[in-house]
């Protein structure tokens, strides 16, 4: 009775732990998707630029759900507890007992490992944050468990150096059954570092290669680039490219490293042969904007910078409505400020409208059209550049700081909140009395509502007020703001019979 007690007792703290995990994993993770933990934080390569875009070439294939540690030397086994995978970006020196073997008892317990391009370097025993151009001095001897981990490591310094120069090179995949090359093309060009005289251990299969062209400082032989190891009972993907985001971005990368990863945190590969290709999404709304007749910062163009859309640029309101806009596009954006429109132009103009199409006006595009009273009743209200009857010309001050505040709940306003912005005024607009207010302002130099959804039917319109230059471009609210208003008057956004 008391030896069975005391199995129970010393079996609580594990239990505990492994409920602790289970408890992380539903609390702060998306349900279904791999969990990664990605590691940086010091490398001989630009580890600023290329871990946040491996994160993004993660999270972007749906499949993983990521967090970022620049100090791994902290890492324990609890650390790693609810993850499925650890991916290396880290090429630094080494961690210390305590989280070197937290991450050895982690992959051969039967969890994953991808190490990238300079990974394998910097536990190898060799001068670790070194580039080419300058040495540090800082060595230390090597982590063995991380060679036998990873498959392959340069156990000494190689004759030719680690690689020779940068170039352009045809990568070859040797092994096309295994589950990570499988229905792959046969080949794929990178730019990037060829690595060459590494030493691979027995376990470590090899899925691509590449030839090393003494012309460029290489060795004149096929050079392992891919390849997969058993470590225990898990599984390791490591990829030799990668040097910088510029590598990273190429198709035949991001495929493998996408592939490797999944098959490393679960043992079975689902993602396509294209995954991590830059490719429009089938759903995607088709936007056109459309500037002309007042001038603007190019960070303007950043605004659009989105994976919800594909979107075309047209410089004048005649370049854009000539014809076939309404079965083109989903959402007309106008950043013009138009003095006039030809009879086709605004036949066009108005057959998207009344199609029910969706229209966001912003900033300047208010005042275009002087003589066209449709317009006016199209966006809500106007700006006056001249007095009109009973109604003084608008005026606008610019570098003005601004908080602005949500004027009413609307599924545009509702995610984004307050903002604040340095940006240009407009006072004694015409506004319609039926506009569904969205944002508003409290200052002298400016009217109270700076967005608000048109009453014009049957389309979707919104004007927005705010935008004129790059301090209100560069705002991730104001960004958020157009985005909703596009996405909104295509019918994306929820509420979208909110008017």
């Known amino acids: 009775m008391r030896f069975r007690l005391g199995l129970a007792l010393l079996a609580l703290p594990l239990c505990g732990a492994a409920q602790d995990a289970a408890d992380v994993r539903a609390r702060f993770f998306q349900p279904g998707k791999i969990r990664v933990l990605l590691l940086s934080g010091r490398n001989g390569h630009d580890w600023r630029a290329t871990t946040p875009y ?41 961690w210390g007992g305590a989280a070197e073997g ?74 096309r059954e295994h589950p990570v090359s499988k229905g792959l093309p046969a080949t794929f060009f990178a730019t990037d570092e060829l690595y060459h005289q590494m030493t691979l251990e027995a376990s470590a299969r090899v899925l691509a290669t590449a030839y090393s062209d003494p012309a460029t400082g290489g060795t004149g032989k096929q050079e392992p680039l891919l390849w997969v190891n058993r470590y225990g009972s898990g599984r390791v993907y490591f990829t030799a490219l990668g040097h910088e985001v510029a590598a990273l971005q190429n198709d035949g990368f991001a495929v493998a490293f996408l592939r490797g990863a999944e098959w490393a945190a679960t043992g079975q590969v689902t993602l396509p042969a294209d995954a991590g290709a830059v490719k429009p999404r089938s759903d995607a709304l088709r936007v056109l904007v459309v500037t002309g007749g007042h001038d603007y910062p190019t960070s303007f163009y ?52 009344e199609a029910g199409k969706g229209i966001v006006v912003l900033h300047h595009a208010i005042v275009s059209y002087p003589g066209w009273d449709w317009w006016e009743e199209l966006v809500g209200g106007r700006y006056l550049e001249l007095d009109d009857g009973a109604w003084k010309r608008s005026t606008y001050r610019h570098d003005v700081e601004l908080l602005v505040r949500p004027a009413g709940a609307h599924p545009i ?3 984004i909140g307050p903002m604040q912005l340095v940006d240009e005024t407009y006072k004694g607009m015409r506004i319609s009395p039926k506009v569904v207010p969205l944002y508003a302002i409290d200052h002298p130099d400016g009217d109270r ?33 157009v985005r909703n208003a596009i996405l909104w008057c295509a019918g994306r956004l929820g509420g979208e019979n909110r008017r």
């Open 54 to 94: 491996l994160r993004q070439l993660l999270v972007g294939s749906g499949r993983f759900d990521v967090r970022v540690v620049e100090e791994p030397q902290g890492i324990t086994a609890e650390t790693l507890a609810p993850y499925d995978l650890v991916v290396s970006d880290y090429s630094g020196p080494r």
């Open 302 to 353: 950043s605004v659009f910078d989105r994976p919800d859309w594909t979107w075309d640029h047209a410089a004048s309101n005649e370049a854009a409505l000539a014809g076939g806009a309404v079965s083109k596009y989903d959402v007309l954006v106008f950043y013009d400020m138009s003095r006039d429109l030809g009879p086709e132009g605004r036949g066009h103009l108005r057959a998207f409208a």
């Open 102 to 175: 937290a991450l050895e008892a982690f992959v051969r317990g039967g969890k994953g490992l991808v190490a990238v391009h300079g990974a394998a370097y910097g536990f190898s025993g060799h001068d670790v944050l070194a580039d080419r151009h300058q040495r540090t001095g800082i060595t230390q001897p090597p982590w063995p468990g991380h060679a036998q981990m990873v498959g392959g490591s340069w156990p000494k310094a190689p004759s030719l150096q680690f690689h020779g120069a940068r170039h352009s090179f045809e990568v070859t995949f040797v092994d």
């Open 449 to 481: 509502l700076v967005a608000w959804v048109s009453p014009y039917a049957p389309a979707r319109v919104v004007y927005v007020q705010l935008g004129h230059g790059e301090p209100a471009h560069r705002s991730a609210a104001y960004r958020d703001l």
């Open 413 to 415: 306003v509702d995610p």
